[in-house]
């Protein structure tokens, strides 16, 4: 049991109370400070503005400043309604997550319930290139998040899947559509993907001694799409799945 030995220390629940309420994803579970009424502001408008900014200028240029100044108020006035940065990212991104319309019911296949997550997902992240990456870097705990979660889980657990092996899909979905998001929209701002990628291609033909395989069987997404590319993976992923051997108690 901790004690409280002088008056500059708490015990070890206020010490991991602390560090929460400053770690991303904090936001879900502060409780305390409520926001004081303030006529210029809110917390939808706040929200909806971090989006805005974020859409244009990406995660790092983010600042509670700057989001101040394009909300036309004094930034001290911001934390009235959020306590960190971090707490305006984990809502942006959450509202990210409000706009992946999925189904109100589960169809009779549980496959066309994943793919219809996995492609409004997708959706949903390229339209908003920071979220994916950002997706990857803090827990997803905010309602619209959970809400898409619950989805999934439902519909892998209709598939069959239970206790570890249905976490294993869940994540092994969610980290498919998150990571070549993330993937796609870095190489979508690229103005010189084309060159970048024959770069690469013929750097890896320059030695193919060391990497014959990689020489002989480079991705071509320039003859490609980055949908069919998706699509693709997705059909591979959703098969390996559907294998009986997914679900084969450990």
Not at 71 to 92: E, M, Q, R
């Amino acid at each position: 049991m901790s004690t409280k030995p002088d008056g500059n220390r708490g015990t070890d629940a206020d010490q991991g109370k602390k560090v929460l309420d400053n770690a991303p994803g904090a936001v879900w579970f502060r409780t305390g400070k409520t926001a004081r009424p303030r006529p210029q502001l809110s917390h939808e408008r706040i929200v909806t503005t971090a989006v805005e900014l974020l859409d244009r200028d990406g995660v790092r240029k983010l600042s509670m400043r700057r989001l101040a100044e394009r909300l036309g108020a004094h930034a001290t006035s911001l934390y009235w309604h959020v306590a960190t940065k971090d707490d305006v990212l984990d809502l942006a991104l959450d509202a990210v997550f409000a706009g992946l319309d999925l189904p109100e019911l589960h169809s009779a296949s549980w496959q066309d319930d994943v793919e219809a997550f996995m492609t409004g997902l997708r959706s949903v992240l390229l339209r908003h290139p920071w979220a994916g990456a950002l997706a990857n870097s803090r827990p997803l705990m905010g309602p619209n998040a959970l809400r898409c979660s619950e989805f999934a889980y439902t519909a892998l657990t209709t598939g069959g899947f239970e206790g570890v092996h249905l976490s294993s899909a869940a994540a092994t979905i969610t980290h498919y559509v998150i990571g070549s998001a993330s993937s796609e929209a870095v190489w979508r701002q690229r103005s010189d993907e084309a060159a970048t990628r024959s770069a690469v291609d013929a750097h890896i033909r320059a030695h193919i001694d060391e990497y014959p395989t990689l020489a002989g069987h480079f991705p071509l997404l320039e003859e490609d799409d980055w949908d069919s590319h998706f699509h693709r993976g997705m059909r591979l992923l959703l098969a390996g799945l559907a294998s009986p051997d997914a679900r084969e108690r450990s």
